[in-house]
């Protein structure tokens, strides 16, 4: 069962918070993870997507040259755009070792928003998150 207390256990361990995009910055936090049944479960949980990463070797890999041997595959989930800043408000204050991270994500997009562009701070988009979340989460 996923929840925001589990997710912050998750992504203290696993998770990242960046930005991402070129011309049109967003927020994205993810997991990277091995398990692909666990990926599955945070689209559930909050949407976004979740793909492989990296494939593992093919047989007779090892018989050719230096390379990093994969034997597992490795799978990411990444959530942008303002639902990554509602996640980032719930996790915060539950995260141990990357709580600050999750807050200064939300904090920079907050500063930030009347000089980005694009998706990630039309209000359009936001209201429509804050909707998606309230019949989710319930709350304003
Ligand atoms: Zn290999």
Redesign the pocket.
């Known amino acids: 069962m996923i929840n925001f207390d589990y997710l912050a256990g998750l992504m203290d361990a696993d998770g990242h918070f960046t930005w991402s995009g070129g011309k049109y910055m967003a927020p994205d936090i993810g997991v990277t993870n091995t398990s692909q049944s666990l990926m599955l479960a945070l689209t559930d949980f909050l949407g976004g997507s979740a793909s492989p990463q990296r494939a593992t070797?093919?047989d007779g890999?090892?018989d050719?040259a230096a390379?990093?041997?994969?034997?597992t595959d490795i799978w990411k989930w990444h959530l942008t755009g303002y639902r990554a800043v509602l996640v980032c408000r719930e996790l915060a204050p539950r995260m141990v070792i990357k709580g600050a991270h999750a807050a200064d994500l939300a904090r920079q997009y907050d500063l930030h928003l009347v000089e980005m562009e694009g998706p990630a701070r039309r209000s359009h988009h936001m209201v429509k998150e804050q909707k998606w979340w309230a019949a989710r989460f319930g709350g304003a």
Not at 67 to 71: A, L, S, W
């Open positions: 070797c093919s890999c090892l050719e390379h990093i041997h994969r034997r």
